[in-house]
């Protein structure tokens, strides 16, 4: 994993907006972060979530309305992000950027993301699943990382 100074930079940021966020979600129901039991958001009345399973893939469907924070979970391998409905502004350690439908992202291994739903969106995450896990908790414990050191740990062992 390449570090650099901007990218440090980015990734302090994020932590730091995120810890925002967890704090102001206490108090606001549009900001959907995980918590410490459900680290990561698999349903939620703001979120939506469907699951589809396919030979080797898996693709999470999240439905965002409008005025709705989401903060990602940190995703372990590269995979492509698809928004067909709606408006979206997602600041990674990238900086923050604007996606309008339809458009598609390649999302980059090590990255957390914090999304701003302008309007009514649907978002898709494609993943592989060789494993052919169909299991949410295993599927995610398999694709995405907690936090920035579990990460790190990650592509250590992912090494040797």
Known sequence: MKENKLSTNFEN????LTSELIELAKASENVIVGTK????ITDSEKVPIKHFFMDGVYVREMTMYQGTVVVGAIHKDLHMCFLLKGHLTIASKDG???YIAPCYIVAEPGTRRVLYSHKDSIWYNTHK???????IKEIEDYLVSVTFEDYKN????KKQ
């Open 13 to 16: 940021k994020i932590v730091g």
């Open 37 to 40: 039991e459900k680290p990561i």
């Open 96 to 98: 923050a950027k604007d």
């Open 129 to 135: 699943n060789p494993k052919g896990l169909k299991e």
């Open 154 to 157: 990650y592509v250590k062992n």
